[in-house]
């Protein structure tokens, strides 16, 4: 992780760190929201499908006689699995709808920031540019009192000249 993606985290999801699942954020929780976030992988379908057609194989050629057709004790498991899988699902989503709220707070804080500070940005260049163009009207009036001075220096420049010239004739 970068150091601004490390300050970013700091400076904005740290004051949300305060808030956890109404579920807790103990072992239980965590293990539950893994175990339920299992359920949905390819890995645990393929799993199951397999189990599932090994026990029906068993019990249909006679290899077994623990589950006959029509399959009882299977419907039982899935019932169970089922009963145990809706709530660790929904533990989980609420636990992930926790951390997309204190993300999307602490987004939403940091467009606030950003839109502040380029609010600030803004006035400031409005305000320097104002000072920029006080500056330049301030040299404008400098530039015409050089150019007067100089043009009043030139004229009794020629005027001490030539009074100095008629002096010497």
Same mark, same amino acid.
């Given at each position: 992780m970068s150091?601004?993606?490390?300050?970013?985290?700091?400076?904005?999801h740290i004051p949300h760190a305060h808030l956890s699942s109404p579920f807790g954020d103990d072992w239980f929780a965590?293990?539950?929201?893994?175990?339920?976030r299992f359920f949905g992988t390819p890995t645990f379908l393929i799993i199951q499908t397999i189990i599932v057609g090994?026990?029906?194989?068993?019990?249909?050629?006679?290899?077994?006689?623990?589950? &006959?057709?029509?399959?009882? =004790?299977?419907?039982?498991?899935f019932s169970l699995q089922a009963a145990y899988a809706a709530p660790l699902i929904l533990l989980a989503?609420?636990?992930?709808?926790d951390r997309d709220k204190a993300h999307s707070e602490a987004d939403a804080q940091h467009r606030e920031d950003l839109a502040r500070a380029s609010d600030e940005r803004q006035i400031l260049a409005v305000t320097q540019t104002a000072l920029i163009l006080?500056?330049?009207?301030?040299?404008?009036?400098?530039? &015409?009192k050089v150019?007067? =001075?100089s043009e009043n220096l030139a004229e009794l420049t020629k005027e001490v000249h030539e009074a100095i010239v008629k002096s010497q004739e």
């Open positions: 150091n601004g993606m490390k300050n970013f985290f700091h400076r904005y965590q293990k539950a929201e893994m175990f339920a090994i026990w029906m194989a068993l019990n249909f050629f006679g290899i077994f006689h623990f589950d &006959e057709y029509p399959f009882i =004790l299977l419907n039982l498991a989503q609420t636990r992930q709808a006080e500056m330049l009207e301030k040299n404008n009036v400098l530039t &015409e150019k007067s =001075l």
